[in-house]
């Protein structure tokens, strides 16, 4: 059984920093297409950032030069550090991961940005 299990989703204030952590069971992540996903209120889900079987490593232009995906391949664990956090960042964030045909979802994780 598949299963992504996000944290790391705070209150911070403009400017500040935040480490979202999505631990994977069932699967392999360096196996498997990864990535972050946002939904703010009122607002499509977007794609924030992904990061592919062989390293590569895409983001929406909005998060450029601020945010880092990662991963841990011995712990199975993904990563989304968010510097310089704008008010705009404020979303639930969503891990997924791509496996064959099949896409997994975390239960998302609140980041709230206040000026």
């Known amino acids: 059984q598949v299963r992504l299990v996000e944290s790391g989703g705070d209150l911070a204030q403009a400017g500040g920093s935040l480490r979202l952590s999505c631990a994977v069971s069932?699967?392999?992540?360096?196996?498997?297409?990864t990535g972050w996903h946002r939904q703010a209120p009122g607002k499509q889900r977007e794609l924030v950032a992904h990061?592919?079987?062989?390293?590569?490593?895409e983001y929406t232009k909005s998060v450029k030069g601020r945010f880092t995906i990662s991963r841990d391949n011995v712990n199975n664990t993904v990563y989304l550090q968010m510097n310089s956090l704008k008010i705009e960042d404020t979303a639930v964030y969503y891990c997924?991961?791509?496996?064959?045909?099949?896409?997994?979802w975390g239960q998302g994780t609140q980041v709230t940005v206040s000026s």
């Open positions: 997924s991961l791509r496996y064959a045909f099949d896409t997994y």
């Open positions: 069932g699967i392999g992540v360096g196996s498997s297409l």
């Open positions: 990061i592919t079987r062989s390293g590569g490593i």
